[in-house]
């Protein structure tokens, strides 16, 4: 957590007028300091930090989309983790060490105010398109514990999202708690559990003189070239390591961040590429490419392994322990990102005050009824679309397009900030930042532009309507509908006496990115 002198501003030392001493009530700046200095300092080890991150990270959910290209998997997702995922990681710790109040504030006091609520509104507009994809995912998922045949079905796999998602809504509208220690549960259960399972199961698949259905010879290793459509799901690595910066908040509590926070980043990757190369190498062993599902990978690779040892009754099994802490990530994650769109939303009057209300349990429910609302409707995307994969991949792309927004104002950002701020506290200073910032920033646009291109692995329909169904993702909800708030806001929007709920946290999301859900 930020220190109080940084979250007040940065001037390095704390003023000595309050709004006490001026006879007026203290400011939230001020509660915040005070909150912050009778708060013992609680410190964590880098081995500690290494393991949150991958916590955060790391997920199956996106294996079957590198399986496709077999043992090429391993050099598509070494390239994105250095020049996407460590500069985002480094760069969003000095801002998170020097700066409170998360992407707004950055981007804010960075570039201008506008583009901060863009940023926060980007962070908040992915998940749109985000929930679709993943509850997607669940639905391909518990076919294989009912009927394996659904799991290509349109019709059902958007019957199950709606109904997920609206009941995702009713859970995270009461305000629940007790599934906020469901993340953690997510990781071992739908993630370290299956995943090493996964990839035991493929070595001894293998040593029993199987064929690999991917070609594992050294001729492989970089991915074959036939244009760029080829190389288009790479893009689906840049959401998989995104939500990097609400991790940066945790380098103030290392006790000497310059020379740990790196430690821990180093670790975390090392970590990340193991878990996410391994299980999509596994699935590459047992199912051809030609044959993978996007969204019911993995559970192929179960069903099949599974009936070659003959034990096919845990394919279940292994579809609800995947299920459940998908679901737990989702709920834990679910109303995060919109409370820090309302935070700001109510500081500047960027929303209007219908969307400003809070429930009774102090939560958003009109921000998330409106999200569920488009949401039931891209969800028809699914029955629409022929082909599941084609339509999960759509939503991933969008997903990762308007997220990749908020990056780029992020690295515009922290540029800034370290030139017209030079001497600002900070607890940690990323090490060649210019360079950092330009590699993540040439990745992100590079991985916009190559977004845009129909896969030549899972295309399905003509070009120009992918582009127009991807475009106008990107164009109406991650540009055109901040832009219509921004400019129709009106004075009386402002509501800043009210900003947070009884029981609303003073961050903008959990701990975390998207992918642990």
Not at 178 to 206: C, Y
Not at 225 to 246: C, D, H, K, Q
Not at 502 to 512: F, Q, Y
Request: hydrophobic content about 50%; overall charge positive; glycine content about 10%.
């Amino acid at each position: 957590m930020a220190s109080p002198t940084a979250e007040s501003g940065g001037s390095g030392t704390p003023s000595s007028v309050t709004s006490e001493s001026r006879g007026a009530p203290p400011t939230r700046e001020e509660m915040r300091a005070a909150i912050t200095a009778r708060t013992p300092k609680n410190y964590i080890t880098w081995l500690m930090l290494a393991f949150m991150i991958t916590s955060s990270v790391a997920s199956l959910r996106a294996a079957p989309t590198m399986a496709v290209y077999g043992l090429a998997a391993v050099f598509l997702y070494i390239v994105p983790a250095l020049v996407f995922l460590l500069p985002t990681s480094l760069v969003s710790a000095e801002l998170a060490s020097g700066w409170s109040g998360g992407v707004y504030r950055w981007v804010a006091d960075g570039i201008s105010k506008p583009a901060g609520f863009l940023a926060i509104w980007c962070q908040f507009a992915m998940t749109i398109f985000y929930y679709p994809s993943l509850l997607g995912y669940v639905a391909s998922t518990f076919a294989y514990v009912i009927n394996p045949s659904l799991a290509s079905n349109g019709v059902y796999v958007a019957i199950v999202i709606v109904v997920l998602f609206w009941t995702g809504v009713w859970v995270s509208s009461q305000g629940t708690k007790a599934v906020a220690g469901l993340s953690s549960f997510g990781l071992v259960i739908g993630t370290l559990v299956p995943g090493a399972l996964l990839v035991v199961l493929g070595l001894v698949f293998l040593g029993q003189g199987n064929t690999s259905a991917a070609p594992m010879d050294a001729s492989h290793l970089l991915p074959q070239w036939t244009g760029i459509a080829s190389l288009v799901l790479i893009v689906n690595n840049f959401l998989s390591y995104a939500g990097m910066e609400m991790n940066a908040v945790h380098v103030t509590s290392l006790r000497k961040p310059a020379k740990e926070f790196p430690r821990s980043m180093f670790l975390a990757i090392g970590l990340v590429l193991v878990i996410f190369i391994l299980p999509a190498l596994a699935i590459s062993w047992v199912i051809p490419a030609d044959q993978l599902s996007l969204t019911a990978g993995v559970m192929q690779a179960f069903d099949a392994f599974f009936a070659n040892f003959g034990v096919s009754w845990l394919t279940p099994i292994l579809g609800l322990m995947l299920i459940a802490a998908s679901l737990g990530g989702m709920l834990t994650w679910l109303a995060g990102p919109s409370k820090g769109l309302l935070t700001v939303a109510r500081e500047e009057g960027y929303l209007p005050p219908f969307l400003q209300k809070l429930n009774k349990h102090g939560v958003q429910q009109n921000i998330l009824v409106s999200q569920g609302l488009v949401t039931t409707v891209i969800a028809l995307l699914y029955a629409f679309i022929p082909d599941v994969s084609s339509s999960y991949w759509i939503l991933s792309v969008i997903t990762t397009q308007v997220y990749l927004i908020m990056y780029l104002l992020l690295f515009v950002a922290a540029v800034r900030l370290r030139r017209n701020k030079p001497d600002h506290p900070r607890g940690y200073r990323a090490p060649a930042l210019t360079l950092l910032c330009t590699v993540g920033f040439l990745a992100s646009v590079a991985a916009m532009i190559i977004g845009f291109v129909p896969p030549a692995q899972f295309s399905s329909g003509s070009a120009g309507v992918y582009l127009l169904i991807v475009g106008g993702g990107l164009g109406v909800v991650g540009i055109l509908v901040p832009a219509l708030f921004y400019l129709l806001r009106k004075p009386h929007w402002k509501n800043p006496a009210n900003v947070g709920g009884p029981e609303e946290p003073l961050v903008d999301a959990p701990a975390g990115g998207p992918e642990e859900a």
